[in-house]
């Protein structure tokens, strides 16, 4: 997330009906603002949302959260390079990585088994999300999902994603007033945005409730029956760091689907894997990436557009297998 500063210029628009929810464009006053809210609640109760959830979920709620607004309307004005991102990211989580994937081997061998996902790619996934839990989401999901629709920006995903929040609330996995997220809506540990969560969120313990706030076994269970669900192929990598012969021109700075070779192949043009590690399958089939401004150059296989399923910046998919590798390179 950025959290670079700007002003906000709120700008008074016609009444904008999106398909079948004539939710308004957001208009400036606080009084306009209420009687959106209005039209929202009598949507979420057509929805089957009861009164005692809807009343619960926007106690105390007046007014759009403005820093919600601020940081959605912030867009960087350069990409971040990779290198950048790795660095501020992989090398603090990796010691506290290994040290919790020792802590909870049972439980993340229970888990892999059952959804046919790395322990490690679980443990990345979680320390790049969250930094393993540590990173609390302080804002009110409902709050901030109806501040998003409200802005309009993107209006009609937002509006779908408060109705989804509204249906997590009236089945009761967790009570509206513990349920934070960060400052676009995306709940848990996992940081699921509410469709996902009602679409792949578990309730590994068995308890009635899918809690992926506090509960680390639906956290895990979660985010493992997400990749599952999303194609995981069990038993093979997701990326290789290599070094490439000198005067290598081949190499795309996006995932080239044209240029899918064996690793045996790679091999013959020269390509090897950092460390002198081997290339353990050279049957498999592999893109060769180098993101701009990086000297590094990575092999990524069909795992790599799950975790881009996940989130669609290369840099946080690369970042997610090299992580992964680090905690525990063998389970790759």
């Known amino acids: 997330m950025y959290h670079l500063l700007f002003f906000l210029v709120f700008i008074i628009v016609s009444p904008l009906a999106v398909g079948e929810n004539a939710i308004n464009h957001a208009p400036s006053s606080p009084h306009a603002f209420l009687e959106w809210l209005e039209t929202i609640k009598k949507k979420a109760q057509e929805k089957g949302i ?54 909870h081997q049972g439980l993340l061998r229970k888990i892999s088994k059952k959804y046919g996902v790395p322990p490690a790619i679980m443990m990345a ?25 409200y802005d309009g920006r993107r ?12 249906h997590i609330l009236e089945e009761k996995h967790i009570e509206p007033h513990k349920m934070m997220g960060s400052w676009a809506g995306a709940i848990g540990q996992c940081q699921f945005m509410p469709s996902t969560f009602r679409n792949h969120a578990v309730d590994e313990t ?32 997701c990326v290789y760091e290599v070094i490439l012969p000198d005067n290598f021109l081949n190499c795309s700075e996006t995932i080239n689907e044209n240029e899918v070779k ?21 049957a498999l089939k592999a893109s060769l990436v180098r993101p701009k401004k990086t000297t590094r150059a990575f092999l990524v296989f069909e795992n790599i557009h799950v975790i881009l399923k996940w989130n669609r910046s290369l840099n946080f998919a690369l970042s997610v297998g090299l992580l992964a590798n680090n905690i525990h390179s063998s389970e790759l």
């Open 50 to 103: 009861s009164k005692k959830t809807l009343q619960k979920a926007f106690h105390n709620f007046r007014s759009p959260l403005e820093n919600v607004i601020k940081t959605d309307r912030n867009q960087p004005e350069f990409i971040t390079t990779f290198d950048t991102y790795y660095e501020k990211r992989v090398p603090g989580l990796t010691p506290k990585g290994q040290k919790l994937m020792k802590k």
């Open 125 to 149: 996934l979680w320390g790049m999300e969250t930094h393993y839990g540590k990173l609390a989401c302080k804002i009110p999901a409902v709050h901030a999902l109806a501040t998003l629709a």
């Open 155 to 166: 209006m009609e995903f937002f509006t779908q994603e408060l109705f989804h929040a509204l």
């Open 206 to 237: 068995g308890k009635g409730r899918k809690d992926i706030w506090h509960t680390l076994p639906d956290v895990l269970g979660s985010m493992a029956n997400y990749l599952k669900k999303s194609g995981w192929k069990t038993h093979e990598p």
């Open 262 to 282: 064996s690793l045996e192949e790679w091999q013959k043009l020269g390509v090897e894997r950092k460390n002198k590690a081997p290339f353990l399958n050279p």
